[in-house]
């Protein structure tokens, strides 16, 4: 019998760090390398998902940057923008008091919940991978009829399932 990798939805900030030349801030720095093991050992261990939102964000900027951002993720499945997912960002606007400059973050975690992904993984800690996010999200997607994925940074993903190592 097969097992049933566990669904996971891969956040911009992740290709980002994976794509990026070697920051010279010490903790970026540790961040894309740990973003790199994560990704050499760990990614086939889930069953990976992005979104067109994802695709739209790391289309921007530098065109060869894109480029390497694009090709990592070229083989995920793509999640669609769908209005329950919508409606569910703007609540999160309102309820986790996120800045309207903060809506592709909205949209993330909403697209995430709405696909019952079970993980949402980034490096995100300004607007995604922060307490009152975490603490709040299985609240308020309770109210809408939805569960919530578990918010992480791959550095917590690295030791997830020790008895596979």
């Known amino acids: 019998m097969a097992t049933v990798k566990p669904t996971l939805y891969l956040e911009t900030t992740i290709p980002s760090y994976l794509a990026a030349r070697p920051s ?6 540790a961040h894309q390398e740990i973003t790199r093991d994560w990704w050499e050992n760990r990614l086939s261990r889930y069953d990976v998902h992005v979104s067109v939102v994802v695709y739209d964000e790391i289309a921007r900027g530098d065109a060869d940057a894109a480029g390497k951002r694009l090709n990592a993720i070229a083989g995920f499945p793509k999640l669609s923008l769908s209005r329950e997912a919508e409606a569910l960002a703007q609540a999160y606007i309102r309820e986790l008091l996120l800045p309207k400059t903060a ?29 009152s996010v975490i603490r709040k999200l299985p609240v308020i997607n309770a109210t809408h009829g939805y569960g919530a994925p578990t918010i992480c940074t791959p550095e917590e993903l690295m030791h997830e399932d020790p008895e596979m190592d």
């Open 103 to 131: 809506s592709a973050d909205a949209l993330h975690l909403a697209i995430a919940s709405v696909s019952g992904m079970e993980y949402l993984l980034t490096w995100n800690c300004h607007h995604i991978a922060r307490g």
């Open 24 to 29: 010279t801030d010490s903790i970026v720095l």
